[in-house]
């Protein structure tokens, strides 16, 4: 039983690191893939396609200061991420982000849309801690109502002390998200800000 377990949590572990693994990848497949949260509309004044992809290497490849951007313009779209360094002393967090961006011409300009996105497992274990406490939470003043704890003052002091303590964990963990995607955002935000500047001319790359 005990060998089962480790293998299970061995195996959870794994296709955890797997997900992130492919979600890091600049490969055409691995470019679309994550959970979207969110996108932002935009526009690359005075570039054109061709402009554009003079920016990037042979291999479609253009880095920036605070990460990397991939261009695939057979697909008129770029995926950016932040850089990855081992042993880096920056602060990360479970919900790392990437950017899709889609481009359409519009005459001598692009309109830009962006999608950001998030590992499967990020997204799906959130979801479930979420749904675990909150299930946990009501199941417990349930199971106290049908027992008949409720009618005593010990019992209902009980269950308020239980629906408190589901809050506290479901105030902590949503805290804990906001924080972290709003420091993803602002790396991921500032990675796009050097793209676009290099795209539309105003700053080259190094």
């Known amino acids: 039983m005990i060998f089962a377990g480790l293998f299970a949590g061995a195996l959870c ?23 979207g949260i969110a996108r932002t509309h935009d526009r690359f004044t005075h570039t054109t396609m061709k402009q554009l992809a003079d920016r990037f290497d042979a291999g479609g490849f253009l880095t920036l200061p605070h990460g990397t951007a991939r261009l695939y313009q ?15 002393l920056g602060f990360r967090t479970l ?9 359409s011409p519009e005459g001598d300009a692009l309109a830009v849309l962006c999608r950001k996105l998030t590992p499967w497992s990020s997204a799906l ?15 417990a003043v349930v ?25 506290v964990f479901l105030l902590s ?9 709003r420091l ?15 795209l539309e001319g105003t700053k080259l790359p190094s």
């Open 13 to 35: 572990l794994g296709l955890i690191l797997g997900d992130w693994f492919y979600f890091m990848r600049l490969t055409p497949d691995a470019s679309r893939y994550g959970c």
């Open 74 to 88: 057979d697909l008129n779209q770029i995926v950016i991420r932040q850089k990855y360094r081992l042993f880096a």
């Open 95 to 103: 919900w790392p982000l990437k950017g899709l961006i889609s481009l």
């Open 125 to 139: 274990l959130t979801g479930i801690w979420f749904a675990v406490v909150a299930v946990g939470t009501v199941g």
């Open 143 to 167: 199971s106290l109502f049908i027992e008949g704890e409720m009618t005593a003052s010990g019992g209902v002091v009980l269950a308020l002390g239980v629906v408190g303590l589901g809050v």
């Open 173 to 181: 963990g949503a805290i804990t998200v906001v924080f972290a995607y």
């Open 184 to 198: 993803e955002n602002a790396r991921l935000t500032m990675v796009y800000q050097e793209l676009r500047e290099v």
